[in-house]
């Protein structure tokens, strides 16, 4: 099994909301810095936001920006990405992952542990 699990994914229409959630499976990360990524069809893995191990750092891709929120509930180890105004080029494969190191990045070689994604489709 992945090291993460996501959910959340699914339909949903131009304007609408989501969140999905990324647990941990047999590990916690509660050192690691976490991301959210999403590839569409014929196009690379891109990155989407970013939080540090403490919560307290966030960065995001610039599609995204004052749309999407990533935060992480340290109690219980889960990974959140809450989704506002999703368009239609948002249609992609959501990925969550672990990084190797404590510091938020947007560079995906910087992260080890990757789930096996949920897809998302906005319709117009």
């Known amino acids: 099994q992945a090291p993460l699990v996501e959910s959340g994914g699914g339909l949903v229409q131009a304007g609408g909301s989501l969140t999905l959630s990324c647990a941990p499976s047999g590990y916690t990360f509660s050192y690691n810095a976490m991301g959210w990524f999403r590839q569409g069809p014929g196009t690379v893995r891109e990155f989407v936001a970013a939080v540090s191990w403490s919560g307290a750092v966030t960065y995001y891709g610039d599609s995204v920006k004052g749309r999407f929120t990533i935060s992480r509930d340290k109690a219980n180890y889960t990974l959140y990405l809450q989704m506002n105004n999703l368009k239609p080029e948002d249609t992609a494969v959501y990925y969550c992952?672990?990084?190797?190191?404590?510091?938020?990045?947007?560079?995906?070689?910087?992260?080890?542990?990757w789930g096996q994604g949920t897809q998302i489709t906005v319709s117009s």
């Open positions: 992952a672990a990084s190797r190191d404590l510091a938020a990045s947007s560079a995906l070689a910087d992260y080890k542990y």
